[in-house]
């Protein structure tokens, strides 16, 4: 159903995105909670057992393929190498944890230096830290491909920057009026003043 959504907002702002998957999530899980509670199920004992078969079992992993909406069931072993094969590139880097815990810390000091010019709520700068994980990697085996590669997603959801995003994707927001795009940072730039 969130996959179902998330298509259909494809022409959205991320920050408009985002707010309605949120919206809709909340919706979906209080429905189900609803259900659960009064012992309602929509599948049998023996898919239910299917499924925690395969939730229970650590040598494979259960994930969405590239497209078509397909499940592929994978050795975990050969998820991690692929995903490893695709890592080990030109295209990638290895970085620090350290290097995060630098700009995290730069941008707590410019959040405290904006509050402290009263330029920022003090609750906006509380919200933009609320998230404090690093985004991560996943990768979604491509059905579709010769030897079934692996793309990868990294996963910015309910990260440090997700709540960032959205804020500026609010404030940004008046700056679109029907523009799709902008043609270089001094053109951002000139429409913020």
């Keep these: 159903m969130i996959a179902g959504v998330e298509a259909g907002l494809y ?3 991320i920050g408009v995105k985002e707010d309605i998957i949120s919206e809709v999530k909340k919706v979906v899980n209080m429905h189900l909670d609803r259900y659960t509670k009064l012992g309602v199920k929509n599948l049998s004992k023996v898919q239910l057992d299917a499924i925690h078969y395969l939730k229970s079992d650590e040598t494979i992993i259960v994930i969405p393929a590239d497209k078509g909406k397909k499940v592929v069931v994978m050795n975990i072993d050969d998820y991690i190498k692929k995903v490893e094969d695709k890592l080990n590139t030109k295209d990638y880097i290895v970085e620090q944890n350290d290097r ?3 700009i995290k810390k730069k941008f707590e000091i410019l959040l405290s230096e ?8 003090k609750e906006t700068m509380e919200y933009l830290l609320s998230d404090k994980n690093i985004p991560y990697v996943r990768g979604q085996v491509e059905v579709h491909k010769e030897g079934s590669p692996m793309r990868i997603i990294v996963s910015m959801r309910d990260t ?7 804020y500026l994707a609010k404030i940004t927001k008046s700056l ?6 902008i043609k270089s940072t001094q053109e951002f730039i000139k429409q913020l003043y």
Excluded: I, Q, W, Y
């Design 114 to 121: 904006l509050v402290g010019k009263k330029e920022m709520e």
């Design 160 to 166: 440090m920057s997700s709540n960032l995003t959205k």
């Design 176 to 181: 679109a009026d029907g523009v799709r795009c």
């Design 100 to 102: 995060f815990k630098t």
């Design 11 to 13: 022409n959205k702002s």
